[in-house]
Every structure is written in C-alpha cells, then in structure tokens.
C-alpha cells in the first residue's frame, strides 16, 4: 500500500525540524547585517544608469560582482573622492557598520562576522554589527556615528553616517592619493563601475600560491555623482521593519448554506486541542494551522487544490477576519496598521488593463508611497522598481487582459508584484504567482522574490506543482491537505520526515510532486502506482477502496504531524525573538499611523488621470462618435424642417431626450461594477478614499458625455427647423446636458447599487421604459393612481424644460379651425408649458439624489 522506510530517522533529527519552523535564528538576523542581505533591492537605485545583472545564481546584482578594474571602464575612484562623492548606505538603522579591518585571519565564528562566497569565488565580508538602542533610533528619527574605516594596508579614513527618516548616508573623506597597491604579489584597486556602485577589488586567498590579498568589499554602496554637478534628484530610500510573523492554530469555517442549519445534529470535532461545536451546514476550511516565518525567509505553502492555501494566505493577510487562533507580528497582535507594512498578489492579475506597464507602476506610487516623497521621486521610485523586475523593455505595452491583448502572463504578474513592492512592505504573501507560466518565466518570479526575502523581507508563497529548483529555492516549506497540516519545516528536511514517519519515494521524482501527492494520499511507490493505473475502468468497489486507502494514507501522515509536531508545542514557545524596536515600530504603528499617503485632492486628481487613461479608447472611440453622428442626421432627415407641425416638433424633442438617456445611462451603469476588483484590492492596501475614487469616477466621462449630446443638438437643432433664436437654441442644449447628467447620475446608482452587470442591465432597462411611458409623450390620460410617476420622470421634467424653451402659453398656430393654441396640442397638453422653475430644481434634485444613492451604494458595497 505505502512503502515504509528502512531506516527511520532518530526523533531528534524530527525534533529540529520541529524548531526550524520557528526562527531561531532571528534575533542573529536582525542584529547582523549581511552585506548580500542588503543588495540591491532594498534601496532605490539612485541614477538612471542604473546596471542590473544577474549572477549565476540568479540573483539580482546591482553592479557587476567584483570585475577586475579596467581602465577603460572604470573610474579611478581616488580622482572621484576629492569631489565630494556621497553615497548611499543600504542598510537598517538599527545597525552601525563595523569599523576596522577584516581578514580571513580576523574572521573568527564567535566574532558575530559572516563569510559567504560569491559565485565569482570572491570572499564578501560582512561587517559586525552592533544594534542601536531601538528607542533610541525612533525617538530621535536620525543617526549619526562618526568613526574610522580601514582596509588593510590602507590608511584609516573618517567616515560619517547619517540616518534620516528616509535616508541614509555614508560620507567617506579623501584617503591618501596612491590608489595601488600591491599585496601579496597580487595587484588590487579600487575601482567604479560604469554603473551606479564602486566596488573594491577584494580579498583572494590561494592556498596553493600563498597569495592573499584582503580588502573591503563595499558593493553595497551606491555612488551618487557629486551633488553640485547633479541635476539627478536623489531618491528617499525606504527601509525594510524586519517583521516576522507567527500564526498558530488557525481554524478558519464558513457557512455554506447549502443546508438549512439543523440544532438537533451536531458534531464534536477536537482539533488541535481546540473543541469546536460543528452543525452540518458549516465547513472547516482551515483545521489548525501554525507556523512562522522570518525576515529573509521564503515560507511555501503546497498542497493540491482545494486544501486551503488561498484562505490561510488570505488570513495571514489580513483579508479574512473571522478566523481562529492567533497571529502576530514581531510578537504583536495581529491590527489592521500592519496592513501598511503587509502586501497581497493575488492569484488573479487585478489591474487596468489598458494602462501601460509604466503608467500602472507609476500610478500606484503617486498614490502608496508616503507624504514626504515628492512626485518626481514617486515617479523614480516606478521607474526604478520596473527596472529591477526587468519589465523595462515592455514598459509602453498594455498591461492586458482577458479582452485586451497586452504584457505576457509573467511580465503581467511582475507588474502586480511591482505594484505591491513599491512601498517596500515588511511581509509579502503571494497566492500561486507561478501558476499558468512556463518553467523559465516562473523560475524567474521566484528569483524575484528570493532576491526580495534577502533584502529583509518576509515572504510566504501558495505554489501550484514548483520545479525542484523552485522548490529548494524556498526555506521553508507548510504542506497541507484538506485544511491540515501535514509538514512544517525546511524545505530540505521534508523528504527525511517523510521517511521517518514511513513514507519515500521509491523512485528518483520532485520533492514537491511527492509532497502533493502524499497530501492526496498517493505515495511513489512503484508498486502501487502501477496497481492504480490500470487500463481497465475501476469497479466501483476497488474505487472505494483505493479512496480508502488514500484516506488512510492521509490520517497516518496528518496523526502523525500532530504527534510530532504540536506535541512539542513549538509553535507557542518558538524562538521568534523580535528586538524591542521591531515590537516597538509595531505598537507604535497602531495608535498613530491611521493617516493616508496622499492628500484627498492628490488621490482626486491621480484617479482621474488614471481612468482618463484607462477609457481613452473607450470615450473616444471612432464607433461611439459614429454612433452620435448616425442618430444625428437620420434625426434630422426624419424631422427635417419641421417647424410646420408642432406635433412633429415635440416629438423631435422628446425623442431628443429618450436618446440622450438611454445614451448616457448604459455606459454610466458599467463604470463601478467593473472597477469592484480593482478598487477592492487597492482600498484594501489603504491606497485611496472612496470618496475620491466616486468623484474621480463620475466626472471624468463628463466632457465626452456632453462633448456628444453638444454636436447632435447643434446638427438637429438647425436641421429639424425648432425656433430659429440663440435663447432657445442654448436652453434647449442645456436641458439636454441637465437630461444626460441626470441619466448618467442613474446609471451610476444603478451600477453602484447592483455592482453585478447583468442585474443592473435588466434593472437600467426596466426603470427607463418606466421613466418615458411616464414622460407625458406617449399618453395623455395616465391611470389615476399612477399620475405621481411623471413627478419622478427625469424626462418628463428634461422635455417640458425643452418645450417651454420653444413655445410660450400664447403661441398659436394655423390649424382647421384657423388658429390653435400651442398648449392644446396633445403632446404638450399632457406635460403643460409653464413651470420651468420647478422642473429645474427636480432635475437638479435627481441630478444630486442619483450621485447620493451612487455613493451610498458603493460604500454598502464590501470594496
Ligand atoms: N466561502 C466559502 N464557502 C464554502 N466553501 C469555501 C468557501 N471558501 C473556500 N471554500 C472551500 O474551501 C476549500 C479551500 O479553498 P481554497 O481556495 O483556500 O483552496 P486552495 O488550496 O487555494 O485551492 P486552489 O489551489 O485550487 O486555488 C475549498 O474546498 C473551497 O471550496
């Protein structure tokens, strides 16, 4: 049935795998700055000219890794440093650089120092730290140290450092002239690339030649050109709060409602030592899960479809709240300030698809990044993620989407992760950013973000069937089935647990494909494999004990986690030790920072930008503007010259304001129900008010709105002969853009209220017919006891402004009995001449009740 391991593994081995899924090794983390930690991505390039490579290793390098000086290329940085280069630091305030030399021989574990080796075989060193007093750092807001930098054989410079809110900066004084030296018989220099970093030719030890040259690898550093000469802004950079995150026992049910609640039946379910009273009509989605996830750490989450990975990401995210169990962050309660500090991608690509891939990045930071940046360093901030993500070459395509041909599923998914990245979020949850790209294309997102957990971010991942390179490429790895735990741990230890508790592959296959097929119940064992994929249809019999097998497979592997694992209970005393100023930041965050990036008029006019943007080819299109002149001209041939019938006159305007509610109303009723998930996911981030986005919504199609009904008026006016006077001619115009806001304000209330289409659709249609039979046009008698109705016709009122404007009580006109009144004529007896005032101020009562209704609707709305 299942394989069991010949030599299970010692309990112990389980239990370090139990620890792993805490942070043990946070408080290190923290206090120690890793020079790769802090590559690239932490801080905002500074310059256009920006180089990105990527190393063999496929991370994201913002210079080339240790290239030998060249003269051509390079730039002697002793001539540079007697101009005032500055620089900018990466880094976080809370740690200082070391001051002095560091060697192989200097290098001794217990001196907090780290050694990595970079892919070009050149050692990096990473400086000691020493952490600041955390209340220090917040309550003062900035650092400065002053000290002594010293590579070896070099003399000692002064350096300062300063640490501003938003901005770090290193000053280095002119050293001494000689940029050589010798070392070892090995020459080095100091050089600088082309790109914005200088590097230090660094350290190599041979053991076979005895060479051994030492120096400081400053790559981390990123040049500006010296101040005066610039004309370059340079931009704010963002630092990362160091944020882990711990979740345990999470129980996550909902009401399906499929069946009636039924009291008398009830079962007990005992889950991860919690009891929940289950009726049949509820469904426990997530049954306990737990687990943690440090800064710089990639948590994966696997399991087959179904299992729950979007709903645990959802919680962890802060979009589902009625869950059980407990989340912290940096050991503080779970609120809803972390959602400053805590990005979502979602499984589906929420974005205008219209909108480049520039203009949508660029958006997204006038409207994220906080206060104190200026629009031109939002603008930098954009350019400069896009460039990291390497969406540079497609940064004029259309976003794209399933009806606009645009950016390819990768380019569009580096986009969404872009628009989440670009205020540099402490935690960042992805649901399956893999999913529908071809290997490369995924190996790539995942680099990204591997590339993002090293510059100090946390990162929890769904991942729908990873490559085994993938898969190794996160830390850790929470496997579920059906809402349970199965494994949390390394990813690496995965297959030893399995092993230990009875179950490996027995052939060579993809960790991840063996891990999802055991939380199905599937084991890689030859044997039964074979067994199950016979040619012939299964009886239902040997169905339903393969199903039984599979279960059981599941329970063993699900009892015996919680045997392992929740035994221990490590969960609740795991080792995340977050420093005071992390807890601190947090605390901090929930009673003050309540407040929005941008002003309301800022988020105003940055929306309507956008959705001018986003519907230029809608509100411009050749078909729409065709569509006006179409109806305009047969108008006009159909009631040419008509000022020879009065009944024809009338009937030329109230068809008038038929059309231009009909017009303006079916395209008002779309405009929120196709916005709702982009406005849901970007009110979730707390990127704009509701109030701004409504009013940004409603007026922007205004001009085309009245820009179109303006031309018809202009050619039918003339062309069906009404009376020939400017005042008549302008008050009719104006009745109709009174009669096409009012139905646009419809629409919208309608689209607000329904924010489904095809409800609103049905709706629109409905309340029209109601609104012109009650016109006054078609009927003169209307039933008594619906004579009300015309009162909240908006035509009605709209076609007795415009006949008021052509005719007066007195007019007369030739008829059989000689002269007629105008105000007898059918089509003007029922609606009256008379009473303009009144129906102004109705129209204007519809024109502000619509929009209310609109409004309230929207924020009735769960957006
Ligand atoms: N509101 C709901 N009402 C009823 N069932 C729900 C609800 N939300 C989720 N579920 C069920 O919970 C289970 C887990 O759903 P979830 O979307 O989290 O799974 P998943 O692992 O992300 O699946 P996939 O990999 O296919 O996206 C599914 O069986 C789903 O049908």
């Known amino acids: 049935m299942f394989s069991m391991a010949s030599s299970p593994r010692s309990e112990g081995d389980v239990k370090e795998v139990v620890s792993e899924c805490g942070c043990s090794s946070l408080r290190e983390t923290m206090d120690h700055v890793d020079v790769d930690h802090f590559s690239s991505q932490e801080i905002p390039r500074l310059s256009t000219s920006t180089t990105r490579t990527v190393d063999d290793h496929g991370i994201l390098r913002s210079m080339p890794e240790a290239e030998p000086y060249d003269g051509e290329r390079g730039v002697d940085l002793d001539a540079n440093m007697s101009r005032n280069w500055s620089f900018t630091v990466s880094g976080s305030s809370r740690n200082r650089p070391a001051v002095g030399t560091d060697s192989d021989a200097d290098h001794q574990p217990g001196r907090n120092s780290n050694r990595t080796v970079a892919a070009d075989g050149y050692s990096k060193l990473n400086y000691d730290t020493e952490p600041m007093d955390p209340t220090d750092v917040l309550a003062r807001k900035s650092i400065s140290l002053e000290g002594l930098w010293q590579a070896e054989a070099e003399p000692p410079r002064s350096f300062s450092y300063e640490e501003a809110p938003r901005r770090s900066s290193w000053s280095v004084e002119p050293s001494r002239r000689s940029s050589e030296r010798t070392h070892g018989g090995v020459e080095g220099r100091r050089w600088k690339s082309r790109s914005t970093g200088f590097n230090f030719l660094s350290t190599r030890s041979s053991s076979e030649t005895g060479e051994k040259f030492t120096g400081l690898d400053i790559a981390k550093l990123n040049v500006m050109p010296p101040l005066k000469e610039s004309a370059e802004i340079s931009l704010k950079p963002l630092t990362t709060l160091p944020v882990s995150i711990k979740f345990s026992n999470l129980v996550y049910q909902v009401t399906t409602g499929s069946q009636r609640p039924c009291p008398s039946i009830s079962v007990d379910v005992t889950s991860w030592g919690q009891k929940l009273r289950r009726s049949p009509h509820e469904k426990i989605i997530l049954h306990g899960i737990s687990g943690a996830v440090c800064p710089g750490e990639m948590l994966g989450i696997l399991g087959p479809s179904g299992s729950g990975k979007t709903t645990l990401v959802q919680i962890l995210a802060g979009r589902l709240s009625n869950y059980e169990g407990s989340i912290t962050h940096n050991d503080v309660p779970f609120s809803k300030s972390m959602n400053r500090r805590t990005a979502l991608v979602t499984q589906d690509d929420v974005l205008y698809p219209h909108l480049t891939v ?14 104190d940046f200026s629009r031109q360093e939002k603008r930098r901030r954009a350019l400069d993620v896009l460039l990291e993500l390497g969406l540079d070459k497609c940064q ?3 976003v794209g989407g399933a009806y606009v041909r645009g950016a390819s599923g990768g380019e569009r998914k580096r986009v969404s992760i872009g628009c989440e990245i670009l205020t540099d979020p402490s935690l960042l949850l992805l649901d399956e950013p893999t999913s529908g790209l071809d290997s490369t294309t995924a190996l790539n997102i995942v680099r990204i973000l591997r590339n993002l957990s090293h510059a100090g971010k946390t990162i929890i991942s769904t991942i729908h069937q990873p490559s085994s390179v993938i898969y190794h490429m996160f830390e850790k790895i929470l496997l579920l089935s059906d809402g349970h735990p199965l494994f ?15 179950f490996h592959p027995t ?30 249809v299964l009886s239902k019999r040997r169905a339903e004990e393969i199903a039984d097998e599979r279960n059981h497979i599941k329970k063993i592997v699900k009892d015996a986690y919680l045997a392992h694992m929740l035994q221990e209970n490590k969960f609740d005393t795991g080792d995340l030790r977050p420093s005071s100023a992390e ?17 309301w008029l800022e988020q105003f006019i940055i929306l309507a930008r956008r959705a001018v943007k986003e519907r230029r080819h809608e509100n411009f299109s050749v078909p729409r503007i065709l569509e006006t002149f179409v109806v305009a001209i047969i108008a006009s041939l159909i009631w040419w010259n008509s000022s020879s019938s009065v009944e024809d006159q009338a009937g030329l305007l109230f068809f008038s304001t ?16 196709l916005e709702r998930e982009m406005v849901r996911k970007e009110r979730a981030s707390g990127m704009y008010r509701l109030s701004a986005y409504f009013f940004a919504q409603s007026i922007i199609d205004l001009p085309m709105e009245l820009v179109l009904p303006t031309i018809y008026t202009i050619l039918v006016y003339w062309m069906g002969g009404l009376k020939p006077s400017a005042v008549a001619f302008f008050i009719t115009w104006a009745a109709l853009l009174f009669n096409v806001l009012v139905a646009q304000g419809m629409g919208l209330a309608i689209g607000a209220v329904c924010m489904n289409l095809k409800k609103a659709s049905h709706l629109a249609s409905a309340s029209m017919l109601v609104i012109l039979m009650a016109g006054g046009f078609f009927s003169k008698d209307i039933f008594p006891a619906l004579g009300w109705l015309k009162y909240i016709s908006f035509s009605y009122h709209a076609f007795k402004l415009e006949l008021n404007a052509q005719f007066s009580e007195e007019d007369v006109y030739p008829c059989k009995a000689g002269l007629c009144h105008v105000a007898d004529v059918q089509a ?35 957006l």
Not at 492 to 502: M, R, V
């Open 828 to 862: 003007i007896s029922t609606v009256g001449l008379g009473g303009t005032l009144s129906s102004a101020l109705a129209m204007l009562g519809f024109l502000v009740g619509f929009r209310l209704v609109a409004y309230i609707g929207l924020r009735r709305t769960k």
């Open 658 to 673: 038929m059309v231009w509610g009909y017009f303006p109303l079916y395209s008002a009723i779309y405009t929120f129900p």
């Open 583 to 599: 807890r601190f930041q947090i605390a901090h965050d929930t009673v003050e920072r309540r407040d929005w990036s941008t002003s």
């Open 507 to 536: 052939f060579a296959s993809n960790p991840a494909d063996f891990l999802v097929d055991l939380a199905n119940g599937v084991t890689h064992d030859l044997e039964d494999l074979n067994r199950e994929s016979s040619p012939f």
């Open 358 to 371: 520039k203009e949508t990045l660029i958006c997204a930071a006038l409207m994220r990044l906080p206060r």
């Open 488 to 502: 949390c741990g390394r990813g690496n230890k995965a297959l030893g647990y399995f092993e230990y508790i009875g």
């Open 396 to 398: 004029d395509t259309p």
